[in-house]
C-alpha cells in the first residue's frame, strides 16, 4: 500500500503558485520524500527530493515539516505546461522500493 | 546524456498473444524496474533488478510475465499469454541509487 496520501485533484491559476500537499506521517526517520509528475502519455518524471531540510531547484520547492510526517511541494509560477498528475512517494524502508498512490490531478486554468 | 529507452510505443495483441517489451537503462546505472500502470492508477511495481539479480518480483505474476535484465545492461519483459486485463502502460525506470528516471513507456491494448 502507498505510505503517503494526497487530494485527488487541484485546480491553480497559470501564474499563481501551485502548493501540493502530501501526507507521510508513518516516514521513517532515514526515508527521503521524492516528488515526481506525469504529463499525459509520458512517463513520471523526478521533480525534487529531500529528507529534512527544504529543497529548492529550478523546477519546484518542497517544503518538509519539522516532524516530518508531511510535505508540500510548490510550483512558484504555475503554467499550462505544469498540468499533470503529482506523486509523492517515500522509499520503502531497507530498500530502494518506491510505491506509487494515486497522486494529484493538477490542472493549471488560463 | 540519453534517457532511458523502451521499445515498442505501442503494441496491440489479441489475448492469448505473446508479447515482448525491451529497455535500455541510462548508462551505468545499476538498479532497473519495470512498473504496470493501469489507466488512472499510478504505477505498480512489477519488478526490480540490481545488476543482473532480482532484488523484487513479488508483485509480478510469475505464471505469465517473466523478466530478465542479461550482462546488468538491457531488461525485457514478456508476457505469454496475455489477458484482457494486461492492457496497460509497461514503464521502464534505471537509477544509480535513489532517484528512478522512466522511460517513455510501451502502451499495450490486449483485444
Known amino acids: 500500500d502507498a505510505k503517503t496520501t494526497q487530494p485527488p485533484s487541484m485546480d491553480c491559476a497559470e501564474g499563481r503558485a501551485a502548493n501540493l500537499p502530501c501526507n507521510h506521517s508513518t516516514i521513517s526517520g532515514n526515508e527521503y520524500v521524492y516528488w515526481y509528475r506525469q504529463i499525459h502519455s509520458q512517463g513520471p518524471q523526478y521533480i525534487i527530493h529531500g529528507l529534512k531540510n527544504n529543497e529548492t531547484n529550478e523546477m519546484a520547492s518542497l517544503i518538509i515539516t519539522e516532524d516530518r510526517k508531511s510535505s508540500t511541494l510548490i510550483l512558484p509560477h504555475a503554467t499550462l505546461r505544469d498540468t499533470a498528475v503529482y506523486y509523492c512517494i517515500v522509499r520503502v524502508k531497507g530498500t530502494y522500493k518506491y510505491i506509487f498512490g494515486t497522486g494529484t490531478r493538477l490542472k493549471v486554468l488560463a | 546524456e540519453a534517457g532511458v529507452a523502451q521499445s515498442p510505443r505501442y503494441k496491440i495483441i489479441e489475448k492469448r498473444q505473446s508479447v515482448a517489451f525491451w529497455c535500455n537503462p541510462i548508462?551505468?546505472?545499476?538498479?532497473l524496474y519495470w512498473y504496470q500502470q493501469i489507466l488512472g492508477q499510478g504505477p505498480k511495481l512489477l519488478i526490480q533488478f540490481q545488476n543482473n539479480g532480482v532484488v523484487d518480483d513479488s508483485q509480478l505474476p510469475k505464471d505469465r510475465f517473466s523478466a530478465e535484465r542479461l550482462k546488468g545492461v538491457d531488461s525485457t519483459l514478456k508476457i505469454q499469454p496475455a489477458k484482457l486485463e494486461d492492457s496497460a502502460v509497461y514503464l521502464c525506470?534505471?537509477?544509480?541509487?535513489?532517484?528512478?528516471?522512466f522511460g517513455p513507456g510501451t502502451r499495450l491494448l490486449v483485444l
Open positions: 548508462s551505468g546505472h545499476a538498479t
Open positions: 525506470a534505471s537509477s544509480p541509487l535513489g532517484t528512478q528516471y
